[in-house]
């Protein structure tokens, strides 16, 4: 695998900058905006390979149970028995993105708190190159996503409360795959204003 140390807005949108044997990597030129809306796991609009499945949720006097994960089940049934089950505590307002791995697939699950999820396909040849998805998801919403090598992701805390993410990956962390893109890359160009004032 190489990674670029170059990360930076002077890259041309058509620069290949990061590849291994099975993608390579291309910072698209996106208009300002947030992409596509999902507002149902099954949307044609999400990007090609993210797949998202509801939880159930079972509240009662005492609060409620969410299940997360059963392993050699659901989205990440496929993945090994030595991944990685790692959380993320993050304060209201907080954005971390963007990410992006050319090996690991992620399985991210907002377990409390509200996320705006953003996701971006930097895989060339992909048949969703370029496009840009936004996922509003967490206790209000609790759904499972499935993000794979070559798409950039990140989220800002949206409300006034902390935000858990609880998230498995099928390899352990490998700092060589943890490629990182500004938030305010020019190219991805992602607007993480509040969209509805």
Known sequence: MTIHPSHEASIASSAVFALNDDL??????????????IRVPDSPALIDGVRIQPHALWPDDRGYFLELHRLGSGLAAHFPPNSQLSAALSYPGTIKAFHYHLEQTDCWNPALGMFQVALADLRAGSPTFGRR????????KPWQILIPPGVAHGYKIVGKEDAMLVYLTD???????????????????????????
């Open 24 to 37: 390579r990597l291309v910072l698209p030129k996106c208009d300002l905006g947030i992409g596509d809306v």
């Open 133 to 140: 998805n936004t996922i509003y998801t967490g206790h209000l």
């Open 171 to 197: 390899k352990t962390y490998n700092p060589k795959d943890e490629g990182r893109i500004a938030y305010n890359d020019p190219s991805i160009n992602y607007d993480w204003e509040t969209q509805h004032k």
